[in-house]
Nanobody, 121 residues
Framework: QVQLVESGGGLVQAGGSLRLSCAASGSIFRINNMGWYRQAPGKQRELVASITSGGSTNYADSVKGRFTISRDNAKKTIYLQMSSLKPEDTAVYYC???????????????WGQGTQVTVSS
């Protein structure tokens, strides 16, 4: 069974830091782009950061300079280091990946179940 499993969310005070992890598992033979999205209550899901298989990164303007995305291809894992957190960063953070899955044609887009990040003021 293919899964993206996030971890590392929690409650932190404004100005603090958290590190999210997302590990892919199952019959995956290729992982292309991976990324983090977030969705706050009453708002649409938005891209936070993404990273290609070659390591090129892209960030939302609201997190540039504060968040860093990275990946470990051997572990099929991406990370999101979040620093200088603000109350407006409060959201459910979702991992997303384009996966090549054994027995399935092409590349399939996959979502994790999400992890809550709450930043108190």
């Amino acid at each position: 069974q293919v899964q993206l499993v996030e971890s590392g969310g929690g409650l932190v005070q404004a100005g603090g830091s958290l590190r999210l992890s997302c590990a892919a598992s199952g019959s995956i033979f290729r992982i292309n782009n991976m990324g983090w999205y977030r969705q706050a209550p009453g708002k649409q899901r938005e891209l936070v950061a993404s990273i290609t298989s070659g390591g090129s990164t892209n960030y939302a303007d609201s997190v540039k300079g504060r968040f860093t995305i990275s990946r470990d291809n051997a572990k099929k894992t991406i990370y999101l280091q979040m620093s200088s957190l603000k109350p407006e960063d409060t959201a459910v953070y979702y991992c997303n990946a384009d996966l090549g899955i054994s027995g399935w044609p092409g590349v399939r887009n996959w979502w994790g179940q999400g992890t809550q990040v709450t930043v108190s003021s």
